[in-house]
C-alpha cells in the first residue's frame, strides 16, 4: 500500500466503539468488521478492546490477520479471542502453516501463494468468485488460505 497514510490514534478506540454502536443500530442482523487492511494488533489491551467490544455486542463478528507470534504476548491474547468467540472471531496468523486436526481451532493460518502444505486457495484471487464479501471462506474455515499476495 505504497499511497497509505498514517494517522493518530488519539480516541480512536473511543470512536470505534461509537462507530460499532452506531452501525449496529442501523444493521439490526449485525455486522462483521474486517480488522487492520494496515497495520496490527498494537498491544494485548487493544486485543481485549476487541474483546469487550465482542462480549458487548453479541452481533458483532470480526476477521483478520496478523503478523504476531503466536507465542507473544500478543499472539496469546489473540488466541484468546479467538477461542472465546470462535463463532463470530477470526484472526488468522499470517504463517505458512497448516491446521492441526484434533486441535483446538484458534491458531487459524494464512499463508503465502509458495505455500506447499495442506491449504485451500483463496476463491477471490483465482477468479472463481467476484469480490471477497460474497466469499467468506477466509473466515469460516479452519483451513489455511493460501493468497497469491499476502
Given at each position: 500500500m505504497p499511497f497509505a497514510h498514517r494517522f493518530s490514534t488519539i480516541g480512536l478506540l473511543?470512536?470505534?466503539?461509537?462507530?460499532?454502536?452506531?452501525?449496529?443500530?442501523?444493521?439490526k442482523e449485525g455486522i462483521v468488521i474486517r480488522l487492520h487492511v494496515l497495520g496490527d494488533f498494537m498491544s494485548p489491551e487493544y486485543v481485549s478492546f476487541w474483546e469487550k467490544m465482542l462480549f458487548d455486542h453479541p452481533k458483532l463478528s470480526l476477521f483478520g490477520y496478523t503478523g504476531r507470534e503466536e507465542n507473544s504476548?500478543?499472539?496469546?491474547?489473540?488466541?484468546?479471542?479467538?477461542?472465546?468467540?470462535?463463532?463470530?472471531?477470526?484472526?488468522?496468523?499470517?504463517?505458512n502453516k497448516s491446521f492441526t486436526e484434533g486441535v483446538q481451532p484458534s491458531n487459524l493460518f494464512a499463508a503465502e501463494e509458495s505455500f506447499e502444505g495442506k491449504s485451500f486457495d483463496c476463491p477471490e484471487q483465482t477468479g472463481k468468485l467476484k469480490d471477497c464479501a460474497s466469499c467468506g471462506l477466509c473466515w469460516t474455515t479452519l483451513k489455511t488460505v493460501r493468497f497469491a499476495t499476502h
Open positions: 473511543d470512536q470505534i466503539e461509537f462507530e460499532i454502536h452506531t452501525l449496529l443500530i442501523k444493521h504476548s500478543i499472539g496469546k491474547a489473540i488466541w484468546l479471542l479467538n477461542t472465546r468467540y470462535n463463532d463470530r472471531c477470526t484472526i488468522r496468523f499470517s504463517r
